[in-house]
């Protein structure tokens, strides 16, 4: 019998597993772009033309490559990163494989240029992964890499290039994914001569964030440092207030190498729930630093996605850190050019802060006294954040149009709107109340009679058991009526019967605030604080704005209301002395 199995010629290999490393111009720049910040590059220029399809250079003032070394490069397998096979297992470069260059080179025309100090250097022409010419070539300490026509002995992959808008585009998100990585790094894209990104070496990813999406962007950004044991997430995310619909803006980073991994996004956007309206993508830019035995880069073809040891514990994190970024003075919108501060890096070990009240309980009370037990309140983890200060016990209040609370604090002015942070304190004890004890309510000696259409009527029937957490004690009492037989009592500004015709009109035909996306129970706690809050133009006295005051900062996000607007904006000191041209 003639044998069927018979070995692939070298430079079949080749292209078989360049097919893996190389699907367009984007991955081209991806894998080049690597080897010049593996080369301790300061600065990398590239350059595409017709969306990298015709041409592709790289140009680094990296190390560069000896004449031996620049040969060996182009080997299959040949790598300067990993040795053995545990080094494997503590990857600190982006590259490790050998592959990216062979790949590269046997489907394309390349000419690598490269030299160790300025002077002579080492030009080497391939064709197809042929080596044509070695020559001694002038240059500066640096590699160049210029790969033209891609796919050009391989069809079949050519006809799969997209137009070069689309190419160019996936390259310049490639090109951002890596200046973000790397911000000490000036990089430069240029697409047929003209510049589309330019980054000078910055001092901070937050600089890095203003060359490369500008200013504005930037100035929305609210600092996160969260580190647990040896993990620690670090980066910037958009203001609640800031973010917008519109497409996915997260960008994760594993060790300066940017991954994809979408449960661990999932975990981020889930740590603004409530503080934006479902459908809004707020920007992410997310740092993981975690030691290399916890995670495996050796998993995916183009490495775009990593393992972890530990998935679950890596997505609590994240959702803590960005939380706890939510949660701090930073995340309210301050007037003027104020830009949040960037936090060091809490030091390891952690020390899990217990999460302190500033309740206090009070007989005249504005609000009901929160049910929440000491446990309750640190079973959310809520470390040390950036809160406002002022000198003695309380701060100085008051109330302007009756509808702001302004209070003075050491950083400058806070302005409250009153609806907004009630609407928070509500939302939160109405959560409560459905996990632990309801809300205490008060029976009335006449029940209250509404007549609601029938579809409102099967609302109320649906949510009956929620409603009595939350102190409404319901009665279907025909198609059209309900029965009311206890109210809850949240201040004594309250209307129990307008509070529960409007939530349930709410409840039953729709609003952005009961997005269907939301839980039953997120919506009638959301739909019922936004109703039973204390109104704009009600007049409250001092303790009473107090008791407002020390209720919304007990709870774990302040700063955001439930609609996704602002509870709080702050007017720095700095922004009023920059105003009257003091100095400071
Ligand atoms: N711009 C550069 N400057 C200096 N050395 C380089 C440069 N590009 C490549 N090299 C050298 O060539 C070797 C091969 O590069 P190649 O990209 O093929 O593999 P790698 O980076 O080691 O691994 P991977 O396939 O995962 O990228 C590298 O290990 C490095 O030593
Ligand atoms: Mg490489």
Redesign the pocket.
Known sequence: MPRRIHHLPDGLIDQIAAGE?VEGPASVVK??V???L??A?RHVEIAIRNGGKTEIR?A?D????GPE??L???DRH?????REPKDLLAIR????????????ASVSRLV?E?AERDGQGTRMVVVGGRVQAVEGCARQR??T?TVRTLFFNVPARAKFLRSAAAETRAVVEVVAALALGFPHVGFRLESNHAPLVEAPPAADTRSRIAALWGEELARELVPVAHRVGRWALSGWVQRPAAASAGRRRGHLFVGGRAVIDRSLLRAATRAYETTIPPGARPWMFLFLDLPPEDVDVNVHPT?AQVRFRDPAAVERLVYEGVRQALASLHSAAPLGEAVAPSPPLPPPPPTPARRTSTVRSSQTSLFVPTPATPEAASAVAAPARAQPSWDGARPHLWQVHATYIFVETHQGLLIVDQHSAHERVLYEDFLRAFEREPLAAQRLLLPLTLHLTPEEVRTAEACAGLFARLGYELEVFGPRTVLVRAVPCPHPYFDAERALRESLAELTYGSPLVDPARTQHQRVALSLACKAAIKAGQRLTTEEMHELFDRLFATELPYHDIHGRPTIVQLPLAELHHRFGRSG
């Open positions: 490393v894998e080049l690597e080897n010049s593996d080369a590059a790289v680094d990296g190390w560069g490559m070394d620049a060996a490069a182009l040949a790598t300067s990163k990993i470069t982006l590259g490790f494989r050998g592959e990216a260059l062979p790949a590269i690598l490269t640096g590699t890499v490495k």
